[in-house]
Each structure stands twice: as C-alpha cells, then as structure tokens.
C-alpha cells in the first residue's frame, strides 16, 4: 500500500470517528441534567481515572528503579488499579502479552498463589515482583 493510500484511509478513519464524536455529543446534549451528571459520574470519570492509572502503571513499570528491579515503585499505582474496575480491565487488555498482568493476577489474588513467598511479603508485593521481574529479568 503507498503511502498516499494509507493517508487517505487515515483520513477516512478520522473524518468517521469525529461524526460519531459529533453525532454522540449531540445526543448528549439532549438528554436531561440529571441523567447527563449520572453519566459523568458514573461512567466517564471513572474511565478518565482508568486510563490516568494506566499510564501512571505504563510510567513507572519503564522507570529507572524498576529497570533496576526496584519493584517497590510499582505497589502504590497497582493497589490502586486493582480497586478500579476500568482500569484493571484495561491492564488485563494491554499488558496481557508483555507481561501476563491478568495470568499473574488470578494466579496471586484468585487463586492465593505468590511467586515470591518472602515472610513478610503480601499478594500485592509478590505480585509487583512478578511483574518487574517479568518485563526486565
């Protein structure tokens, strides 16, 4: 495919998610106050927090520290992951082939079975291990 082929499907592509964007917001703007608040509240700040989480995982999983093994930069944005649906969601999605997020987390949270059983480690922090060990071991 040439080059120009594959701007002008780009082209296509972007000119067809800005009418749903346009046709949505539209549809948004209808409905009443109340329910338009409903559906912030319920739907899009969480998303928008989700993919927040996200990228702070995606951050501090190719920081420096955890380069070096530092695992322990990762137990505050995973804690936080596992207790946003959205969020997990999307770890399970993006991160199932580089590192195995949702295999390694049935395995430490379904299942009750650390990697690492250091005495004074918990789930989380075998899990956390797991995972930096996993992408740069």
């Not at 346009?22 to 948004?28: C, L, T």
């Not at 955890?66 to 505050?76: A, E, M, P, T």
Request: one cysteine or more.
């Amino acid at each position: 495919m040439s080059q120009q082929q594959e701007q002008s499907q780009t082209s296509v592509g972007a000119q067809s998610v800005a009418a749903d964007l346009e046709e949505a917001s539209q549809i948004f703007g209808r409905l009443q106050d109340d329910i338009q608040l409903h559906l912030i509240e319920e739907y899009i700040k969480p998303q928008l927090r989700g993919d927040d989480l996200v990228r702070e995982f995606d951050k501090q999983l190719n920081s420096e520290e955890c380069r070096g093994l530092k695992w322990q930069v990762l137990v505050d944005v995973v804690e936080k992951i596992i207790e946003n649906k959205e969020a997990l969601a999307q770890m399970f999605e993006k991160y199932e082939e580089d590192i195995r997020f949702k295999t390694y987390y049935e395995q430490h949270f379904i299942e009750k079975k650390n990697h690492f059983t250091q005495p004074s480690w918990d789930a989380l922090s075998s899990f956390c291990a797991t995972l930096t060990m996993c992408k740069w071991h």
